[in-house]
């Protein structure tokens, strides 16, 4: 009898024997059958190590290559972490070659006193100019570009500007202060120890906080931080900062003011930090 549970029993042939009178089959087919199983099983188990050498070949193929795209990327980032220290560290290297704290800054104070007052802000850059008009009276500007990538978060401003000199008005401070337009936030500011009219506001054409302080003889002094729209968003920094930098500022001016002229002295002259802005 044959084994019909056999997978392959419809590729056996009829070809070795027939069926004869009494259902009985002769020798011939018997042994066809079993020749013929044996065949299969054969092929059989060869197809199937054909599949799975095919099978693990696939997936040690998948395997390596998702490794190599692992390590690929492990590659990547350890290069990009790697490039990213050394620019860290570039950017540090160039914080310290814009302005040294003992630079003098427009023969007013250092540079250290000056970035404590900023809260650490780091000076990057001084432009200085100061002349002698022709009736006697002296004039000072100092504009300072501060560098943005600090570990300063306190006061988003670009640059700080303190500039000096004789304005004779017949009017109060404050009234010139709000025929200028464009402002916002005035207030009058008084300060121990010193004489005058002051007026704190908020500049909107060229953002900006400024403190002004008039002298009795007519002289004005002005401090203010300046930088982009995002001041009109930022804490008043008057009381912090403004105020303090003005008074430091103000036992100084005058004789800064009163040095010999210079059309504009600028600091560092090449980007290296090598002279003072006063010489």
């Given amino acids: 009898m044959m084994d019909n549970s056999y997978p392959m029993r419809h ?7 027939r069926p004869v009178r009494g259902g009985r089959v002769v020798s011939g087919m018997m042994m066809g059958e079993s020749v013929c199983a044996r065949v299969g099983r054969g092929l059989a188990a060869v197809v199937l190590a054909v599949v799975l050498v095919v099978c693990m070949s696939m997936s040690g193929c998948a395997r390596v290559q ?3 795209q692992d390590r690929a990327t492990a590659a990547a980032s350890a290069a990009s972490a790697a490039s990213a220290s050394a620019a860290d560290a570039a950017e540090d290297e160039d914080l310290k070659n814009f ?3 003992d630079v003098n800054v427009c023969d007013i104070m250092s540079a250290g006193d000056m970035e404590a007052i900023l809260r650490g802000q780091q000076l990057k850059r001084i432009s200085f100019h100061r002349s002698t008009l022709d009736d006697g009276r002296v004039e000072l500007e100092c504009l300072i570009d501060l560098v943005a990538k600090t570990p300063y978060a306190y ?9 000096y000199g ?10 010139d202060v709000n025929a200028i337009g464009s402002v916002r936030n005035v207030r009058e500011v008084s300060i121990d120890s010193m004489e005058g009219q002051g007026v704190a506001f908020f500049s909107l054409s ?11 003889d007519g002289y004005e002094l002005s401090v203010r931080m300046i930088g982009g729209n ?4 930022s804490d008043d920094p008057t009381d912090t900062i403004l105020i303090p930098m003005l008074k430091a500022v103000a036992g100084t001016i005058h004789a800064a003011a009163s040095g010999p002229p210079e059309q504009e002295a600028i600091y560092p002259p090449n980007g290296t930090a090598t002279a003072s802005p006063t010489g």
């Fill in 66 to 68: 998702q490794w190599r």
């Fill in 99 to 101: 302005v040294t704290d």
């Fill in 230 to 233: 995002r001041l009109q968003w």
């Fill in 11 to 17: 590729h056996v042939l009829p070809v070795f024997g």
């Fill in 155 to 163: 006061f988003p401003a670009d640059q700080f500007d303190i500039s």
């Fill in 166 to 175: 004789s304005s004779p008005r017949e009017r109060p401070l404050i009234d």
């Fill in 206 to 216: 060229l953002p900006s906080y400024y403190l002004k302080w008039r002298y009795p």
